[in-house]
């Protein structure tokens, strides 16, 4: 079945140390979006890609960033994990801006 | 500023009742308005988009209702089974971005 995939399903990391986040898709959408989600909260846009254009939401923080080396792979690095970054993490896609998105079974970041 | 609203109590019907949950916005006219389904950490499922032109979509036993001019959006689910259990989220387009903004969404429990 076509669907996205996020890896690790649960990561935990020390604060300050990097970590990278995947996502990947079998649905050949050419739109990529990270949100972040805190508990009880609305999930959060972080960025999106548009095919390979990149667009950060201007209160994203410069600590996190993204990458994006084919239509199928995207990945989420967070160079200094803070406590205040323990969230969900979701990875969705999209068959261009309008519509809906499928969004994967999230990463959940616990920082230690 | 931009504003989305959905009840942040929980909802608790009885099964066979039809729930009702609202969504209400400010300062915001969105293109098109969608609703998501959500299970304990888990992603997002998309259910329906409603457009602005449009008044009332129906999907199964799901109807979703946009009123522009009140800035609200009512999703019913008719003859509810506790398997419709979850928390439902609004979501509402901003401009041509695809970029959705999230209401914190409420959370809907059916009693058998």
């Known amino acids: 079945d076509a669907m996205v995939i996020q890896n690790p399903r649960y990561q935990v990391t020390q604060f300050g140390k990097p970590v990278t986040l995947s996502c990947s898709q079998t649905?050949?959408?050419?739109?990529m979006y990270w949100y972040q989600q805190k508990s009880s909260q609305a999930p959060k846009l972080l960025f999106h890609y548009y095919d390979k254009d990149f667009n950060n939401e201007a209160d994203t923080p410069d600590n996190f960033q993204s990458r994006r080396p084919n239509t199928s792979f995207c990945f989420l690095d967070i160079r200094s994990p803070g406590l205040g970054d323990a969230a969900m993490y979701l990875c969705?896609?999209?068959?261009?801006?309008?519509?809906?998105?499928?969004f994967g079974p999230g990463t959940r970041l616990t920082v230690l | 500023s931009q504003k989305i609203e959905q009840n942040s109590e929980a909802l608790n019907i009885q099964e066979g009742k039809t729930a009702t949950l609202t969504c209400n916005y400010t300062?915001?006219?969105?293109?098109?308005l969608q609703w998501y389904r959500q299970d304990p950490g888990r992603g997002p499922v998309f259910l329906l988009l409603i457009r602005e032109n449009e008044k009332e979509k129906r999907k199964e036993r799901l109807k979703v209702t946009f009123d522009t001019t009140l800035k609200q959006s009512l999703f019913h689910i008719t003859a509810s089974q506790p398997a419709d259990s979850a928390t439902y989220l609004c979501?509402?387009?901003?401009?041509?971005?695809?970029?959705?903004?999230f209401g914190q969404g409420t959370t809907l429990q059916v009693k058998p």
């Open positions: 300062n915001y006219s969105p293109a098109y």
């Open positions: 979501a509402l387009s901003s401009g041509n971005t695809g970029k959705l903004i």
């Open positions: 969705a896609t999209s068959r261009g801006l309008v519509g809906e998105q499928f």
């Open positions: 649905l050949n959408h050419n739109v």
